[in-house]
């Protein structure tokens, strides 16, 4: 680039320093000028860098459009989960105490039903005390219904007879009890309110015993007798038909 001479104006040869016209030496202009030059170069640089980042920005927009799609699709599914499981466990929590609702209103059906006094206080009482106390009256009903039993049968069955017997004769069993187990195979004591103390048994031979006993003057004796579901009739039925019992061998 050539320049001017500043002392006389002449025109100087590019890259000449020295005047040829008044011997002056030219000022170092073109380094301001390569510096000036070397400024607008590092903007041009800047301006051209700052164009390749754009262009950079503008390549990878779509890029990064996407990830952040991709990221807020995620973060939708997510928060849609997390509602779905939350919507879940709510309808759980409401079928439970649907549940648990439905389980006391049954039990609240089975409860007994309560009737209201007419005392005018609008008081209700309950069903529930009336029936235990029913079952209470039943069950000590029944238990005092064996237990009389029970010690009837036992009365009875430590009962004797005083049979006349010959000289010759004489009783195995001392008592009902004792005869009634040497003389038949098997056998139970009863009793009934209606028929009083029975006993029956069987045989060796297979015949069936209905024995009923009663008490006459004093003494327990048996006044029905049935065998094989047919009643004997006797004149003295404890002499013929009670007393081979208590003479029959002795069982272990």
Same mark, same amino acid.
């Given at each position: ?38 400024? @607008?170069? *590092? ?19 779509? +890029? %990064?459009? *996407?990830?952040? !799609? =991709? ?20 309808? %759980? ?14 039990? *609240?059906? /089975? ?5 209201? =006094?007419?005392? !005018? ?5 309950? /069903? ?17 219904? @064996? ?6 049968? /036992? ?6 007879? $005083? ?11 001392? $008592?009902? !009890?004792? *005869? ?6 098997? !056998? ?13 048994? =069987? ?19 048996? $006044? ?12 003295? /039925?404890?002499?013929?038909?009670? %007393?081979? +019992?208590? +003479? ?5």
């Amino acid at each position: 680039m050539s320049q001017i001479c500043k002392n006389c104006g002449a025109l100087l040869a590019d890259g000449e320093r020295l005047c040829t016209n008044c011997g002056k030496v030219a000022p170092k202009e073109r380094r301001q000028v390569a510096r000036s030059e070397n400024q @607008f170069s *590092a903007i041009n640089q800047g301006m051209y860098e700052n164009k390749q980042l754009t262009d950079v920005k503008r390549q990878f927009s779509p +890029m %990064m459009s *996407a990830t952040n !799609g =991709t990221l807020s699709k995620e973060r939708e599914r997510s928060a849609k989960e997390t509602a779905h499981k939350a919507e879940k466990a709510r309808r %759980m929590a409401k079928a439970r105490n649907l549940a648990n609702n439905n389980f006391e209103a049954q039990a *609240a059906g /089975l409860r007994p039903t309560e009737i209201e =006094t007419t005392s !005018g206080n609008e008081k209700k009482s309950s /069903l529930h005390p009336i029936v235990n106390k029913i079952a209470w009256i039943i069950a000590g009903i029944i238990f005092l219904y @064996f237990t009389i039993g029970g010690i009837v049968i /036992l009365i009875y069955k430590n009962s004797t007879y $005083d049979f006349e017997l010959a000289s010759s004769k004489q009783l195995v069993a001392e $008592d009902y !009890g004792e *005869a009634m187990h040497n003389y038949f195979e098997s !056998g139970w004591w009863h009793f009934r309110f209606t028929k009083g103390v029975y006993y029956v048994g =069987t045989t060796k031979d297979g015949d069936k015993y209905e024995i009923y006993f009663s008490k006459h003057g004093g003494k327990r004796v048996v $006044d029905e007798l049935y065998i094989n579901g047919e009643r004997i009739e006797a004149d003295d /039925l404890m002499k013929s038909r009670i %007393m081979p +019992m208590f +003479m029959a061998d002795e069982k272990p």
